[in-house]
């Protein structure tokens, strides 16, 4: 069989459904660590730090990588990292003399792997021959809400089938997405992507351009509206139903994703009716009002109803902002595409960050999501003076 752009395409979508597990796999077995190895939650914030860090400094390092030795070779790469990282929760914490160390170098390869795939995923779907890029964009992100999805519903059949006790299976299990994926890559036909052959770079250089750096600022709010409230509803939902973890999990996590993920996929099948700058002035407004409604409902269930609006409205956001940066920034080639991907991941920190301070410090919660409110405002801002200027792609 002829492999095509479509099989190409398909590619993208394991690629982020292999970030989606990489990336919420761990969490789900935080408190087992902590049961069984002894592990402090002071050293399982560390892990979470660890992920991040990695990964910016992974989006700053990879546009050499690629360009060196190529987006198939590079994505085979990032492949086999994920599987060690997954499976080696498996069998490390329990082979070194320090289980910690087991799980700091697991988590470590993981975030080297996924941060790979968030910077070469999006310009390959870019690159590829689609009659409504913006829309394939948006479906793209969608895959990792269902891979968020996913992860969180059949992991939490499996400990309800095999019981917590019988963990270590269940991360070799998840390597196989990447495994299937990384024999994927091998076949699969690989775009150049405009920018990368040194003769349509931006003129001036990237760092030049002041639409970049608008873009920038896009991405950072982006990160953080999307996961101020996605790390902490969990909590919230616990806090606020008094329900189990399990439920918690269901209400919280799994309601925003699938609401995040709703929204990507109505973009991805009805956005070539919708003006991208209009929709992302329209979603970060509707985020907005996710954050209010959950601050300030009178009863649980409608805060976390205001959850669920705001993933909603976030969906839009990280896919829209990359596939403008393709339609203003045309030839910013994959460095463009990883300093944006840095800066998202940068609200990716900040945001909860923000939320979780500001809650330690005030003691509510409610307090943190209302100051992680600044995030979309200042989207909403930047969008609303983006409309109202006549702008040109650069070429």
Same mark, same amino acid.
């Given at each position: 069989m002829?492999?095509?752009?479509k099989?190409?395409?398909y590619g993208c ?8 597990v990489?990336?919420?796999?761990p969490?789900?077995?935080?408190l ?7 592990v402090s939650l ?13 990964q910016i400094?992974?989006d700053?390092?990879?546009?050499r ?25 498996s ?10 160390a ?5 988590m470590f ?7 790979i ?5 999006s ?10 890029k913006?829309s394939a964009m948006?479906?793209?992100h969608s ?7 996913g992860v969180?519903i /059949?992991?939490?059949?499996?400990? %309800? &089938?095999? *019981?917590?006790?019988?963990w270590?299976? !269940?991360p070799?299990?998840?390597?196989? +997405?990447p495994?299937?994926?990384?024999i994927?890559?091998?076949k ?13 770079g931006?003129?001036g250089?990237?760092f030049?351009s002041?639409?970049f750096?608008v ?11 999307e ?13 606020a ?6 439920a918690?999990d ?8 699938f609401?995040m993920?709703l ?7 009805k956005?070539?009716?919708?003006n /991208?700058?209009?929709?992302?002035? %329209? &979603?970060? *407004? ?5 954050? !209010?409604?959950t601050v300030?409902a009178? +009863?649980?269930?409608l805060s976390l ?8 409205a ?8 990359f ?6 920034c ?15 991941d ?5 945001g ?14 409610k ?7 600044v ?16 702008s040109?792609?650069?070429?």
């Amino acid at each position: 069989m002829k492999l095509n752009a479509k099989h190409t395409i398909y590619g993208c979508y394991m690629g982020y459904i292999t970030q989606a597990v990489v990336n919420n796999l761990p969490p789900l077995l935080f408190l087992t660590f902590h049961r069984q190895f002894g592990v402090s939650l002071e050293k399982i914030s560390l892990l979470i730090s660890v992920n991040f860090c990695v990964q910016i400094l992974v989006d700053f390092l990879s546009p050499r990588l690629i360009k060196r030795i190529g987006y198939r070779r590079t994505g085979v790469i990032s492949f086999l990292f994920t599987i060690a990282g997954l499976s080696g929760f498996s069998w490390l914490p329990f082979l070194l003399p320090s289980a910690y160390a087991g799980l700091i170098i697991c988590m470590f390869l993981n975030a080297v792997g996924g941060g790979i795939l968030e910077v070469i995923i999006s310009p390959m779907l870019e690159a590829a021959p689609s009659d409504n890029k913006e829309s394939a964009m948006s479906l793209l992100h969608s895959f990792y809400c269902w891979g968020h999805m996913g992860v969180v519903i /059949l992991s939490t059949c499996y400990f %309800a &089938a095999a *019981g917590i006790d019988s963990w270590r299976l !269940l991360p070799t299990l998840w390597a196989f +997405i990447p495994l299937f994926s990384a024999i994927w890559f091998l076949k699969i036909p690989i775009f150049e992507v405009p920018g990368d052959n040194g003769e349509e770079g931006l003129p001036g250089g990237l760092f030049r351009s002041g639409i970049f750096w608008v873009l920038f600022i896009l991405m950072i709010c982006s990160g953080a509206s999307e996961h101020s409230i996605a790390q902490w509803s969990s909590m919230f939902a616990e806090e606020a139903l008094g329900i189990s973890k399990t439920a918690g999990d269901l209400l919280g996590p799994c309601s925003f994703a699938f609401c995040m993920g709703l929204s990507r996929l109505l973009y991805g099948l009805k956005g070539h009716k919708l003006n /991208l700058k209009h929709g992302l002035l %329209a &979603a970060s *407004g509707l985020c907005v009002c996710g954050y !209010l409604i959950t601050v300030y409902a009178p +009863i649980p269930v409608l805060s976390l109803a205001g959850c669920a609006v705001s993933g909603f409205a976030v969906g839009l956001m990280w896919p829209g902002v990359f596939s403008l940066a393709g339609t203003l920034c045309r030839g910013g080639g994959t460095f463009m595409y990883a300093m944006l991907a840095l800066a998202g991941d940068v609200g990716c920190s900040a945001g909860p960050a923000v939320v979780g301070i500001i809650s330690d410090t005030s003691g509510s919660m409610k307090s943190g999501i209302l100051t992680a409110i600044v995030f979309p405002a200042l989207m909403l801002i930047v969008m609303s003076l983006l409309n109202g200027r006549k702008s040109r792609p650069q070429a």
